[in-house]
């Protein structure tokens, strides 16, 4: 594939992790066309560091309970990226955060693969967290750990499983007040040594330059064989110290 060629899509890219890789992707020079899947329109904030001009950015937007009517934006794609993802609060109930959170992204990552035409590769790039884990008894890793599975077993030649610890948003803010988050963020930031902060977190930036990062690696590795590839924090850091 030449420079410039690649197309991919994005989910949740309105979110913390999801409009810096949507800034990574329209500034690198792979990427020649970028899809943007969500249920609304962007923010001015949300776009403050994405290129005043480009004419790759595709934004669509769609129902999520209604996906299969919007198949044709998963076609066509080198690479599909997921930052999409709720916390059981924001969703209301444990059965909207599973729906959110696995239900919706399974299905895109379906309607991706069977879009996909035959003998083109197809590399899904799923960001989760931390301890996913199908058998936990915690229904956020469960859900997390459920969902990397069931992508596992769809079929794509690549699917690169990102499992991040605490998300550092640095100076960004969040639009829904997450108590226990910010917390965790007051004790990142202010208490730990760098070494530590290291050890259990990674910003929203370093991960979206990490999702940038393993989807140009993957293409010019000739697609190597691997299938599932797991980056835990740790990897991420020493992924990003290679840039
Ligand atoms: N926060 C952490 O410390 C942490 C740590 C490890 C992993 N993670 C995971 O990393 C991923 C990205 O995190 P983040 O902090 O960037 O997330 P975020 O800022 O909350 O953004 C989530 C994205 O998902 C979309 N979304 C949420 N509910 C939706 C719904 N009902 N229908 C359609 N789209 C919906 C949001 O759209 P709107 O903008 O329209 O709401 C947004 O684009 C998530 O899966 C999260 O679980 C987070």
């Known amino acids: 594939m030449a420079s410039g060629d690649l197309s991919a899509f994005v989910l949740g890219p309105t979110g913390m992790v999801g409009k810096k890789l949507v800034s990574e992707l329209l500034h690198s020079p792979r990427f020649s066309k970028v899809t943007t899947i969500h249920r609304r329109a962007f923010k001015d904030d949300e776009k403050a560091d994405f290129p005043k001009t480009n004419s790759k950015l595709v934004e669509k937007i769609v129902d999520f309970d209604k996906l299969e009517e919007h198949r044709e934006y998963f076609r066509g794609h080198d690479v599909g990226f997921c930052c999409l993802g709720t916390t059981r609060a924001d969703a ?15 299905k895109s990552a379906q309607l991706y693969h069977a879009e996909t035409e035959p003998g083109k590769p197809s590399h899904f790039v799923l960001l989760t967290s931390a301890g996913s884990n199908k058998c936990s008894y915690f229904l956020y890793p469960r859900t997390k750990g459920l969902l990397e599975f069931n992508c596992a077993n769809l079929g794509f030649d690549r699917l690169t499983i990102l499992r991040p610890g605490l998300l550092d948003i640095g100076q960004d803010r969040r639009p829904s007040s997450r108590p226990l988050e910010h ?4 004790v990142y930031t202010n208490l730990l040594t760098e070494t530590m902060r290291k050890t259990l977190g990674i910003s929203t930036g370093n991960v979206a330059a990490a999702m940038r990062k393993v989807a140009e690696d993957w293409i010019a590795s000739k697609h190597s064989p691997t299938v599932v590839q797991i980056y835990e924090n740790n990897d991420l850091h020493e992924l990003l110290s290679k840039i």
């Open 92 to 106: 209301g109930s444990a059965e909207n955060f599973v729906k959110i959170d696995h239900d919706y992204v399974l």
């Open 183 to 186: 917390l965790g963020h007051m």
